[in-house]
């Protein structure tokens, strides 16, 4: 089955500065890729997806970038404020109808003041 | 519009006693997964129902574990009887037709 690997488990940055997450994925049939984030006692909640037929995709402050070839993709947080704090998660799935969504283990993001 | 919506929240038992949680999927989703989200093992699913049936239910931990869809606006998973190790977050999510899931808020279980 698939498998999404996830880093850094934990990352603090300077309000202001870039916030770069990575995931790699091992099966090459993933065709949608979506990043969730949940904030302390919430629901993960759905901030950006993309699927494999494009390489790049970005919504104000979010982008997230998809390397098929290499099987891995990343989430990219430019000018991070502090509610920016959470845990993010990536995830991917054959899309297309398919129900299974295989989850990372998740990144702490910490946005110092 | 609402999102999905879980009761409760948060549940407190003792070992041994029936847990029930609920969810409320979004009008017109018509799938819904149940999730487990634990430190150790990270978003786990549990089961998948689209348009009602249960299609995918090899995530349930064990027989102790039920759900069911009697409509297209309810779901209930059922813990009977609850065990410590089944302390964890639940979590409920539903979708239209695409592999877009949307997640409730959660309800938080603990089992003394």
């Known amino acids: 089955g698939e498998n999404v690997e996830q880093h850094p488990s934990t990352l603090s940055v300077q309000e202001g500065d870039s916030a770069v997450i990575k995931c790699t994925y091992s099966?090459?049939?993933?065709?949608?890729f979506p990043w969730y984030k949940q904030e302390l006692g919430k629901g993960p909640q759905l901030i950006i997806d993309i699927r494999s037929n494009v390489g790049e995709k970005k919504d104000q402050r979010i982008a997230v970038t998809l390397n098929k070839t290499a099987k891995h993709f990343s989430l990219h947080i430019t000018e991070t404020q502090p509610e920016d704090s959470a845990v993010y998660f990536c995830?991917?799935?054959?899309?297309?109808?398919?129900?299974?969504?295989?989850f990372g283990k998740g990144t702490k993001l910490s946005v110092i003041p | 519009d609402a999102g999905v919506i879980q009761s409760p929240r948060h549940e407190v038992t003792e070992m041994g006693q029936e847990v029930t949680l609920r969810c409320k999927p979004i009008s017109g989703h018509n799938s819904l997964f149940w999730y487990r989200q634990t430190m150790m093992r990270g978003l786990e699913l549990l089961i998948y129902?689209?348009?009602?049936?249960?299609?995918?239910d090899s995530g349930m931990p064990e027989d102790r574990f039920s759900a069911k869809m009697p409509n297209a606006s309810f779901s209930t998973l059922k813990i009977q009887p609850s065990e410590p190790r089944d302390s964890a977050v639940y979590f409920c999510?539903?979708?239209?037709?695409?592999?877009?899931?949307?997640f409730g808020p959660g309800t938080r279980l603990t089992v003394l």
């Open positions: 995830a991917a799935s054959i899309g297309a109808g398919s129900y299974q969504l295989t």
């Open positions: 999510a539903s979708s239209q037709n695409t592999d877009t899931q949307y």
């Open positions: 129902f689209n348009n009602n049936v249960p299609i995918d």
């Open positions: 099966d090459s049939a993933s065709n949608y």
